[in-house]
T-cell receptor
Framework: GENVEQHPSTLSVQEGDSAVIKCTYSDSASNYFPWYKQELGKRPQLIIDIRSNVGEKKDQRIAVTLNKTAKHFSLHITETQPEDSAVYFCAASNTGNQFYFGTGTSLTVIP | GAVVSQHPSRVICKSGTSVKIECRSLDFQATTMFWYRQFPKQSLMLMATSNEGSKATYEQGVEKDKFLINHASLTLSTLTVTSAHPEDSSFYIC???????????FGQGTRLTVV
């Protein structure tokens, strides 16, 4: 099956700085890559996603890049704010049939 | 976005008893539902994938006789933890997707504590 690796496991940044989280996947058939934000004790919330026919997608302060050849994708958060503090998960999916998650990154934005 | 409701949000049961967790898609038809287990400060581990009207596909290492999954309708899937033991204590989350969309939407999770 698919194996998704995520780095770093913890990340601390000063408010206003950028944060980057990277993921790699193993299954070349994966074609959908969502990113989720999970606050403590709550459900994961989809924040951005990208499909394999696109190399980059941006939504305000959040962007995702995908390199299909290298099988890696990254989440970029610019102008970080304290409310961005949470655990972020990347995932890889093959047309929505199965979702495999990375190990998560605990992001702390220091005011 | 689509709404997925999971019930109960918290349950405490005695060792040896069975617990049923429900996952409902409220405003869309979920052709596929996923069940995950999440340990504290860890990622979501996919346990099984269920398609409406067919048997669930379990991930390697997940006991199908212990974690019974039923997806009897397009809006409801259930996970039954049979003969629960303390090591089954965990956070269980479902998610659902439709045939027309690849996004998966999550339920709020169920905190299971086996005493």
């Amino acid at each position: 099956g698919e194996n998704v690796e995520q780095h770093p496991s913890t990340l601390s940044v000063q408010e206003g700085d950028s944060a980057v989280i990277k993921c790699t996947y193993s299954d070349s058939a994966s074609n959908y890559f969502p990113w989720y934000k999970q606050e403590l004790g709550k459900r994961p919330q989809l924040i951005i996603d990208i499909r394999s026919n696109v190399g980059e997608k941006k939504d305000q302060r959040i962007a995702v890049t995908l390199n299909k050849t290298a099988k890696h994708f990254s989440l970029h958060i610019t102008e970080t704010q304290p409310e961005d503090s949470a655990v972020y998960f990347c995932a890889a999916s093959n047309t929505g049939n199965q979702f495999y998650f990375g190990t998560g990154t605990s992001l702390t934005v220091i005011p | 976005g689509a709404v997925v409701s999971q019930h109960p949000s918290r349950v405490i049961c005695k060792s040896g008893t069975s617990v049923k967790i429900e996952c409902r898609s409220l405003d869309f038809q979920a052709t596929t539902m996923f069940w995950y287990r999440q340990f504290p400060k860890q990622s979501l581990m996919l346990m099984a994938t269920s398609n409406e009207g067919s048997k669930a596909t379990y991930e390697q290492g997940v006991e199908k006789d212990k974690f019974l999954i039923n997806h009897a309708s397009l809006t409801l899937s259930t996970l039954t933890v049979t003969s629960a033991h303390p090591e089954d204590s965990s956070f269980y989350i479902c998610s659902a997707s439709t045939g027309g969309r690849t996004e998966a939407f999550f339920g709020q999770g169920t905190r299971l504590t086996v005493v």
